[in-house]
């Protein structure tokens, strides 16, 4: 009997076991078949746009390693394929890179959703806030935040950004004496996250006497971090990344920045149960961002959800301070290099005050050479490199060539302000490019340092004012 039932038992568990062998072998199967059709889907979308040539397996990554190089290599190229040419991430995913302004302004005039991709990899840091969001969603957030970046609240900010300026430059008064070299990338980035709380916030503080802030490098450290995520293969699996060292570096970092931005949310939200307090906002002339975040509601009433709140405060928080920084250092920089540009903006900048040690807001629009030069550095290092999206619905370029509805299309701008077929001696700085005369005989998409069309860069009045 137990011989004839462990017989039995054997003969169950073997069929078993073939049927979940026959399981798997039939959906390995229909896996490769039907990654086979995506890669032939792809090859037959790209095939009107020639590119470099590409590895079987690890398409341009190898190519773009280590990372310093990715921009000089991609220029290369841009160089050969002067409108667009693909960018292949292994065997199954596939960018359109545009370098030309004619192709993107055909695709930045239409409103289509950010690619999964490349900003799917932020959602853990940032949230779906505007940088992320799409359709009617991302429109009712859109026209929620705009009047946060009206003329009228801008106006007061200078006098806020003028004294965050002032706290960094008496710190570099004290380091001169030392004779050492000074990293001003950090320093610049807690002047530029001082100056969104102050604006953005209303908050106070007192982070650039931090001599080691936890949220300015845990910014630091998200940004690598995502960046290095797109070149390697293994971690296109989200599984397979949360379980390695980096995965586990990613969330840490999250939760610095998180617990950043949840303490500003809830310090206001605590103050706006305070009745006398809401009273005070109530009857501001001007609110803050927070303030209009807080007190939004849609047309039946209902405020933003705590987790669109924190989003949006992620978003604005990120940024609004780490882009700018970028744009002041790498300013700063260009500056250095070339000390006849520098001279003429400083000359400028003591017509301008006269008498006076501050900038005012009526001194902005007075400051013409510095702002050739602003641009002018923004030209050959935008803070954002490039944007990308995802089609939802075919495109037609301007000389005829299409892509089909998914596919993934990126702009890249510093490869757009590089292109020789538009701009004479690219490497060269001179701000007279930005001349009233030259700018109108150029492409109005041949520079887009806040890129362009309805996903426009809603920020970039406030940038350009800090950075003057």
């Known amino acids: 009997e137990e011989a004839r039932f462990a017989s039995c038992l054997v003969m169950e568990l073997s069929r078993l076991l073939h049927l979940v062998v026959i399981f798997c072998l039939t959906w390995m199967l229909i896996k490769i078949i039907q990654l086979y059709r995506q890669r032939q889907e792809l090859l037959k979308t ?38 667009a040419f693909p960018l292949w991430f292994g065997r199954f ?8 302004p004619d192709y993107a302004k055909t695709l930045l005039a239409r409103a289509e959703p950010k690619d999964a991709f490349t900003y799917q990899s932020l959602i853990p840091w940032i949230g779906r806030g505007l940088l992320v969001l799409d359709g009617p969603k991302w429109m009712q957030h859109r026209k929620l935040l705009t009047p946060g970046f009206h003329y009228n609240i801008l106006k007061p900010y200078v006098a806020l950004m003028a004294d965050s300026t002032r706290i ?19 320093h610049v980035s807690l002047m530029t996250l001082d100056s969104i709380m102050k604006c953005a916030f209303s908050y106070n503080s007192n982070c650039q006497m931090d001599r080691e802030n936890s949220y300015v490098q845990a910014v630091f450290d998200l940004c690598f971090l995502v960046n290095e995520k797109l070149y390697h293969i293994l971690y296109q699996n989200d599984l397979i990344y949360w379980l390695s060292p980096q995965g586990y570096q990613f969330r840490k970092a999250c939760q610095v920045a998180h617990h950043h931005t949840d303490k500003i949310i809830k310090e206001r939200k605590e103050c706006l149960r305070n009745e006398e307090e809401q009273q005070k906002i109530q009857t501001k002339k001007q609110l803050d961002f927070l ?27 990120f940024e609004g301070h780490d882009t700018t920084a970028s744009g002041i250092s790498w300013m700063l920089y260009c500056l250095a290099q070339n000390p006849e540009h520098q001279q003429k903006c400083r000359e400028e900048i003591k017509a301008i005050l006269g008498d006076r040690n501050t900038i005012q807001w009526d001194d902005l629009s007075k400051m013409t050479y510095c702002t050739m030069c602003i641009k002018e550095s923004l030209r050959l290092y935008p803070p954002v490199p490039g944007v990308s999206r995802q089609l939802s619905k075919p495109i037609t370029f301007s000389d005829g060539r299409t892509l089909r509805e998914g596919s993934w299309v990126a702009v890249s701008f510093y490869l757009m302000h590089r292109n020789p077929s538009i701009w004479k001696d690219p490497e060269v700085f ?39």
Request: proline share 7%; with cysteine; glycine share 4%.
């Open 46 to 83: 790209m095939s009107s746009f020639p590119g470099p040539p590409v590895h079987w397996l690890y398409g341009h990554i190898r190519e773009l390693l280590p990372m310093s190089s990715t921009l000089k290599k991609a220029e290369s190229w841009s160089c050969v394929y002067p409108f």
């Open 93 to 100: 995913s596939v960018c359109l890179m545009i370098t030309h």
């Open 168 to 186: 960094m430059l008496d710190k570099w008064e004290q380091l001169i004496t030392q004779e050492t070299s000074v990293d001003l990338f950090k």
């Open 291 to 317: 303030d209009i975040l807080l007190c939004a509601k849609d047309e039946n009433g209902a405020g933003l959800s705590d987790e669109d709140l924190r989003a949006e405060v992620d978003t604005f928080m």
């Open 430 to 468: 001179d701000p007279l490019r930005f001349t009233p005369e030259n700018i109108s005989s150029r492409d109005t998409h041949a520079f887009l340092p806040f890129s362009a069309g309805p996903r426009n860069c809603i920020g970039q009045q406030f940038a350009m004012n800090e950075m003057k």
